[in-house]
């Protein structure tokens, strides 16, 4: 196709190559950003749409995943390859050829108004959920666009904001998902982040985009920016941005499902910029400013994507809210739920009668708010959820609705009386178990003020602890938040936003038809102080710049680095059965090692274990972290079973960066942790590297 793409973009009149590198407008009004394509030579038309959660095509419908961070925490990549597959089917069937999407960003703080359309905060976990979800999309013949490039770990200031972080975190830490994303599934565009990095904006950034991107690791697909994230014309086509988005200034930008009278309120603050790729970079090759091979580089970019998706021959027809991806939506919501927490309430047993409790129960909890919204053809709330079984339900509120931050159709609040914790007190003591429906409230634009449960949430656990027989929370929030009455509870069970599937998942998940599957994909600390947040350099930064001083200590890289105790620390999760670990083996095998582990399933009961394998660059010369997760295997077994699943670890995870000479292997006596989460080390085994 090489050959056809240099003989098209030969062919083409300026006016026609700039039509290929900005957005226009959608002439159908679904798509979030759209490239016109050139008729006149056969270059089709191409429909970019959000996102992460499922398709957030302008005014329709699609199935609502859980959000990212549960996809993560089933830490199942075979469930993250059909979850893009499913999400290509649904593009596909709105007429969508590229799904902006996975978002790849690292949890740096837990604060993060995003963290839920990520996949937490270790790079290896993030790079394997993430080059499987666009392995699936991609194999529909729908594009991924990985984003956002990088370093976009927070929403506050998030236009400005300079990431000061140093080479070796970027490297080790915040560029490895992108990474494995364009060398290990090709993938087609990836989207530049809306912030600084190192002092220059990312759509500007000649080094990463160029030089890395392009350069180290080949990327031949293009690069987009975010929605009005280019900030110059000239510098930006030189430094590597290949196609502006939306290519239209934000006051003719009027999505067509937000209602015109609401504008003013519902529009995203977007940065104050004019379209800079269409008129300005035709001027800037005619006054001979840019050299129009620049342009042809992107167009052959463009095209090149075109091809790789199929998009010359065929459209795929896709299939929309199929029975399969309802299904699918459940299976992710089960497998991601993580149990943190249970004295053996859970699996409900022969519980007669629950109260149902919580601001939002009777309302599906789908995602968080911003671009990764979708509106579902169908949804369950906890409440409906449990009143499906056999079992008798009392629901009371509480305390008044915790408010969901919506930019695309808002939720409306029910009307109703005035909801008191004495009712909630009142229905929890009648009953044979109280299960108590929590969240935050988390949504792009705005990160998290704190962590606590917004409202009087907290008192309202509080409460009803104190009088239910056993007392379930259900934490439906976008990553940890601070749990006061945590000893005073019986079980706590983390769904995340569990998307349209929430109150049929949550039964499976309490009445023991499916057991949680998830491990957390980021640490839940007691307080915000145990982040590296607690000073205002670190986060969210002062006079535009945010220090990421902490390094690569980042996550349970820092909390074992400061000897913090997590409430729980990253890879927990409990199980409704109980496995033994055996001792491991460990082999050199080709290019790195094999770690066998024996496992047996000794309770009485199938269920998952997820092995992880944690290595120490003991034998570097810099400060490395205690432990850095380099291989996994999720695994179910039959109650008594035996099974060793072997997880393999690639020599390179003994590399570290250096600033001077680069990639670096820690040649010399290193160790190999087996666990069931961060700090339940099982085994350490010390391997011989070189
Ligand atoms: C801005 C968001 O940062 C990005 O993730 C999204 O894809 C675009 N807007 C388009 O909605």
Not at 469 to 479: P, W
Request: hydrophobic share 40%; charged share 25%; with cysteine.
């Amino acid at each position: 196709m090489d050959g056809d793409i240099s003989e098209i973009t030969g062919g083409l009149t300026l006016d026609e190559k700039l039509r290929l590198v900005h957005g226009a407008v959608d002439p159908d009004g679904k798509a979030t950003g759209y490239l016109p394509g050139v008729d006149r030579v056969g270059v089709p038309p191409l429909s970019l749409v959000d996102g992460p959660l499922g398709v957030r095509a302008s005014g329709e419908r699609a199935t609502a995943f859980p959000a990212s961070v549960a996809l993560a925490a089933s830490w199942r990549p075979s469930l993250a390859r059909r979850f893009g597959r499913a999400l290509a089917g649904e593009a596909a069937a709105h007429g969508q050829d590229i799904v902006l999407a996975p978002g790849v960003n690292i949890a740096r703080v837990p604060h993060g108004g995003r963290n839920f359309e990520y996949y937490g905060e270790d790079p290896y976990l993030t790079a394997r959920t993430g080059v499987a979800v666009i392995d699936g999309l991609e194999s529909e013949g729908v594009a991924a666009t990985v984003k956002h490039f990088v370093a976009n770990n927070q929403e506050t200031n998030r236009y400005d904001v300079s990431a000061a972080v140093s080479e070796r975190a970027l490297r080790e830490i915040y560029l490895p998902a992108f990474r494995a994303a364009v060398e290990e599934a090709d993938v087609t565009s990836v989207m530049t982040a809306y912030n600084r990095v190192n002092g220059t904006h990312m759509s500007d950034h000649g080094y990463l985009l160029s030089d890395v991107l392009k350069g180290e690791w080949g990327f031949d697909g293009f690069v987009v920016s975010d929605w009005w994230g280019t900030r110059s014309t000239v510098a930006a086509a030189r430094a590597g941005l290949d196609v502006e988005m939306p290519g239209i200034d934000p006051e003719e930008f009027v999505p067509t499902d937000i209602d015109v009278d609401d504008v003013p309120e519902a529009m995203p603050p977007v940065p104050d910029v004019p379209a800079l790729f269409g008129d300005p970079l035709r001027e800037a090759v005619e006054s001979g400013e840019l050299d129009e091979a620049v342009v042809d580089e992107k167009v052959a970019r463009v095209l090149r994507g075109t091809a790789s998706i199929g998009r010359f021959d065929e459209e795929p027809a896709g299939e929309l809210d199929a029975a399969a991806h309802r299904e699918l939506a459940r299976e992710i919501a089960t497998e991601g739920a993580v149990l943190l927490r249970n004295d053996g309430t859970l699996p409900l047993g022969d519980v007669g009668s629950l109260a149902v409790i919580g601001p939002n129960a009777d309302r599906a909890k789908l995602g968080g708010g911003g671009s990764s919204e979708v509106s579902p053809f169908t949804r369950t709330s906890p409440v409906e959820g449990l009143e499906a079984r056999e079992v008798s339900v009392t629901v009371e509120r509480g305390v008044p609705p915790v408010s969901e931050s919506r930019m695309f159709g808002a939720e409306s609040d029910e009307e109703g009386p005035d909801p008191s914790i004495d009712d909630a007190v009142d229905a929890a003591a009648a009953a044979d178990c109280a299960v108590v429906v929590v969240q935050d409230d988390a949504t792009e634009f705005r990160d998290r003020p704190d962590l606590g449960l917004p409202g009087r949430q907290d008192d309202l656990v509080e409460a009803v602890a104190g009088v239910a027989d056993r007392t379930v929370v259900v934490l439906r929030t976008s990553g940890p938040v601070e749990m006061p009455w945590l000893d005073a509870v019986d079980a706590v069970l983390e769904t995340w936003y569990p998307g349209q599937a929430d109150g049929d998942a949550l039964a499976d998940l309490l009445f023991g038809d499916a057991e949680p599957g998830g491990r957390l994909p980021t640490t839940f600390g007691r307080s915000a102080a145990d982040y590296p947040a607690s000073d205002e350099t670190a986060f969210p930064g002062v006079n535009d710049v945010a220090r990421y001083d902490e390094g690569v200590f980042v996550g349970y890289r820092y909390f074992d680095e400061r000897d913090v105790r997590p409430a729980f620390p990253f890879g927990h999760g409990l199980s409704y059965t109980s496995f033994a670990y055996g001792q491991p083996s460990v082999t050199e095998d080709g290019d790195g090692f094999a770690v066998a582990v024996p496992v047996e399933n000794t309770g009485d009961r199938r269920g998952k274990t997820v092995v992880q394998v944690y290595a120490q660059k003991a034998a570097a010369p810099v400060p490395t972290p205690e432990r850095e997760l380099v291989g996994f295997e999720a695994t179910t077994l039959e109650a008594g079973e035996r099974r060793t699943p072997e997880v393999s670890v690639a020599r390179s995870e003994f590399e570290y960066y250096d600033e001077q000479t680069g990639w670096t292997l820690a040649s010399g006596e290193n160790a190999l942790f087996v666990g069931r989460s961060a700090r339940d080390i099982v085994a350490e085994i010390g391997v011989s590297v070189r």
